[in-house]
């Protein structure tokens, strides 16, 4: 629909939580000490399975419907719609706490399940792709309820890609992380096209190649101090050499392809003894 047509589009709330990237590695970290299995699961037309809209929204017929006079009520939310992840998130949630998940400190889209005061699964949600890891009790009494609950277009486990991220299990309960392909299908920045670019298309250059390097950051933190140097902006700076300091960056990842792996660290009363005792 065209939201921006919507009068009553300034006053409607339209805050959506979505997991952080670093909650996933947090997850995924723990899946591998406890050696839990990860899964990740994408709703099918996910607005069309959130809370109905609770105000007044009429919206024009496609044509293949259209008479003359008529106009349609929506009662679930749809793609452009301000409210609309809004209101999918709140039916998830919802079913969620009601199954016993508890939002976490600092990261409301995800969900923390717990069986005797131990934690037992992990529920990350980002819009209406989901990430679920747990003991086997968890995913019979929690993930296989969701994929009941709600329509699921894709259920995949140990190797998947996830909000662009490659993730797999090895057989030795070791969970992998990396953005190879990702890497793979960033653009490389031609040799000499700076040389007759004024400053600030070089700098227009530089911006679009710092924002595609920043998205690395969750992964390889190795360059993490180059990125944060490429984008400084530095009086008097030569923009030319900057745009030659991205092209060799880029070259450097595309040579170099890294990846995070989570392993078996021990039991979670061992690993919080741990870090308490380091302050």
Known sequence: VQGNLDGGI???PSDSPTVDRHSVKLALSIAACMQWK????DVSAAFLQGKKIDRLVHVEPPKECKKAGVVWRLKKGLYGLREASRLWFEELSAYLEAKGGQKMLGDEAVFLFFRQDKLVGIVCVHVDDIIATG???FHEDVVEEIKKRFKISKDQEGNFTYTGMSIWTDSKGNVHLNQNKYIDEMEEIPKGIEDNMTDE????????AVGKLLYLNLTRPDISFKINLLSRLTPGENQQDKVKQARELIDEIKKTKLEIQYGPLGSLDSLYLEICLLY
């Open 201 to 208: 298309k070089c700098k227009a250059l530089i911006r679009q």
């Open 38 to 41: 990860v899964r990740t699961m």
């Open 10 to 12: 300034q006053e409607t």
């Open 135 to 137: 003991d086997q009790q």
